[in-house]
């Protein structure tokens, strides 16, 4: 006559590998079906090197104690984006980490000694700072600040801006 059939879907899973792999074993994971979420990779003590691409709806979070490097035809395809490396660079001059985020959504990424990043769209900033290094921003599209009433916020000895087919910033 009636059947009631009850389904349980995982709202929030946590994968944390506390064990340490060698440099050249790879890691690949495949989120394929979620709407949306937050993924963070830590390399704390070391450097962290993306030698393929991240395609995740939603937040990204890569920390890289010693640095943060991605290969030439690596991209990452996210809701949001926030780079981190305490002592090392976030990408370098000749390999600069490519990204493609929604759309008014702005980067983050703190480095001491370099930050050289390439957006294949409008690029929107929000804070983005190389204590002791250079800058090197390149973008398709616009490049823009937030809009907020804190501002955008680029930092570095040397900053280096590319709009390709767009501005950078407006008037007012």
């Known amino acids: 006559p009636s ?18 792999l060698p440099a050249s074993n790879p890691i690949a994971i495949d989120f394929s079906g979620i709407n949306n979420g937050s993924l963070g990779v830590e390399s704390t003590n070391s450097s962290l090197y993306l030698t393929g691409n991240i395609q995740f709806p939603g937040s990204v979070q890569l920390v890289g104690g ?4 991605a290969s030439d035809a690596g991209l990452i395809k996210a809701q949001s984006v926030q780079f981190e490396s305490s002592t090392g660079s976030v990408g370098t001059s000749t390999a600069p980490i490519e990204f493609d ?12 000694t370099g930050v050289f990043l390439s957006s294949q769209g409008a690029l929107l900033v929000g804070s983005i700072q190389a204590t002791s ?11 823009q600040g937030t809009g907020s009433s804190t501002g955008a916020s680029v930092l570095g000895m040397n900053i280096q801006l590319n709009a390709s087919n767009g501005s950078i910033g407006t008037q007012s």
């Open 66 to 69: 010693s640095g943060i490097f």
């Open 3 to 20: 059947t009631t059939w009850t389904w349980t879907y995982p709202t929030e899973i946590l994968l944390r590998l506390t064990n340490q």
């Open 133 to 143: 290094g250079d800058v090197v921003l390149a973008s398709t599209g616009d490049i």
């Open 101 to 112: 985020l929604a759309e008014g959504t702005p980067v983050n990424a703190t480095a001491k």
